[in-house]
């Protein structure tokens, strides 16, 4: 008597062998796409910092040129936006802070004479990412 081999259920073994291959391979391909978009997204919170700290250091430069302006304070938009010496504002959507600095590499006061000014930094935050620049100033 010759037996018959039936195969009932291995095309149910392979199509679900086929659809877990085709999943994994999404999933895969999604896990790449997020993390794109997150990468995407820091560098352009980063970009936006720096731009704020370049934004908030031309603006106290180009007020340093002014001979009127002789204390500190004088670069702030505001009397209140300086405090200890380091002027602080909203730029931008974000948060610039500008210090400043004297030979000896120490935060001048608000009052202090512009012609001291020896560095200055400007520190742009958006979002939590700061990104900073710092210049020396003749």
């Known amino acids: 008597m010759i ?6 259920g291995s095309v149910l073994v392979f199509s679900l062998i086929i659809m877990f291959l085709i999943l994994s391979v999404v999933l895969g391909i999604t896990k790449v796409v997020v993390t794109q978009q997150q990468t995407s997204s820091v560098t352009s919170k980063s970009t936006q910092a720096i731009q ?14 002014d001979t009127t302006n002789t204390q500190i304070q004088d670069l702030a938009d505001k009397p209140n936006d300086c405090e200890n010496g380091i002027i602080s504002y ?6 610039v802070t500008i210090s400043f600095f004297n030979n000896n590499n120490s ?5 202090g004479s512009v012609s001291n000014i020896k560095k200055i930094k400007s520190v742009g935050e958006i979002n939590g990412i700061k990104r900073a620049i710092q210049v020396t100033v003749e």
């Open 90 to 95: 909203s730029l931008l959507g974000g948060q």
């Open 3 to 8: 037996k018959k081999i039936t195969s009932k």
């Open 107 to 111: 935060i001048n006061n608000c009052s």
């Open 52 to 65: 704020i700290a370049n934004s908030g250091l031309e603006k106290v430069l180009n007020k340093k040129k």
